[in-house]
């Protein structure tokens, strides 16, 4: 498979992605505020502070990654890439996708005495993948790939 084609597979995929999880933490967005509407209290009760805090954590960071997605779509095509290393930051974005958001919505979805659940603990490994992910997007644009 040419890079050229790999670099449009992982484009496809990255639009796909962006705009389904964009739909899903928009939509989290919009339950958020009926809650918040409803004034249901399995969301506004003061012992339930943590949970809203976690859940608007896991929406804003959701719809943040999802952007940051759909811009990585179009950074797929840089001519830095290498295969391996455009194949790796799709990796730790996706991952990233799925444990940043969904550590602090399921950190929130089960409290014990105002404490985040034990799944938040899948937000720094999350955000740890992310990061290389942009390291490796920033050397790629800035024509830094892999060693000749």
Known sequence: MSEATNAG???ERHLRLGWWSLLLFLT???VLEGLHGLKAGLYLDVSNESRRLLWTLAHAHGTLLSLVSLAFAGSA???AWSAERLSRASWCLVAALALI???F???G???YSGDP???VI???PGALLLFVAVLLTARAASGGGDPA
Do not use: D, I
């Open 122 to 124: 899948l937000v720094p």
């Open 77 to 79: 095509r840089l001519p």
């Open 9 to 11: 597979q992982v484009a």
């Open 28 to 30: 989290l967005g919009a």
């Open 101 to 103: 958001p969904g550590g």
């Open 105 to 107: 919505f399921l950190g």
């Open 117 to 119: 659940g034990p799944a």
């Open 109 to 111: 979805a089960f409290v």
